[in-house]
């Protein structure tokens, strides 16, 4: 009688799972089987699509295509205006993720002690990251103005300056204007990841440290930094990957100017592409793109400690 009830009750087969014929991994595998298909459509295919383009010469102003090898990728790497474009990426990568997560990380240690008008703190801090990014950069664009942005007026009031500044028309400054344009929006996205991974950190941790005497600086030493490393290593890798990839910011801010100063790797790999019709040469640029970003995430990965199978 009991089998027989065991052959009837589908939860009396929990252990061994339900009978489908298909072993555990397969089974597996067939469930995650459409996201997988997902993936592949929108990420992976279009990654193969630019490989396979980059191989060959294709210039539609005069409509010819040749297939080319990897002639593409030696022409890329003989042209300066790549080099200098990678150098722009770097930099920019490098100085505005560094402001972004020390800013963001004071604003998360902010947010995260206790003050009267600490939620519509949290709300107000959140704004400048939920502005597009196209509308942030005419933003900052119009700001810039040198006839009559607000930063130049703000200025000439306080007596800083003389006269009014062409931020985006001068060489030495245009970088620095999009940098700091980046760390305005983006620094409340560090704040946010960093708020989260402080509010996992037991208070009594913090209780023990005052009775054994601790300042503050010891505690964020011993307790606060150890234990927010791994949120903040994943929050500099989504960052360094977004930034390494820049391009409406800059599009908007510069175009890339003045004189190819700002010009990223993704903008210039658009501008091939798209201004000069060489789609060979441009996938080819794109697959550099992307190869930069594969090591990054190698990087903080495998170096810096964010693999989830050492913890």
Known sequence: MLSKLKEINPLSQTEEGPNTGLSEAQLAFLLVAPALLVITAVALYPVLKSVWLSLFQMNLKFGNTKFIGLQNYIEL???????????????FTVISVFFEATIGLVMALLMNRSFKGRGLFRASVLIPWAIPTVISAMMWKLMYNPQMGVINDILLRLGVVDQTVSWLGQESLAMWAAIIADVWKTSPFMALMLLAGLQTIPGELYEAAEIDGANKWQKFKEITFPLLKPSLLVALLFRTLRAFRVFGLLRVLTGGGPANSTESLSLYSYNIL???????????ASVTVFVGVLIISYIYIKVLGTDPSRD
């Open 274 to 284: 798209f201004s000069y019709l060489q789609f060979g040469k441009g996938s080819a």
């Open 77 to 91: 790497f003989k042209t300066p205006r790549y080099w200098g474009a990678t150098w722009n990426t770097i930099y």
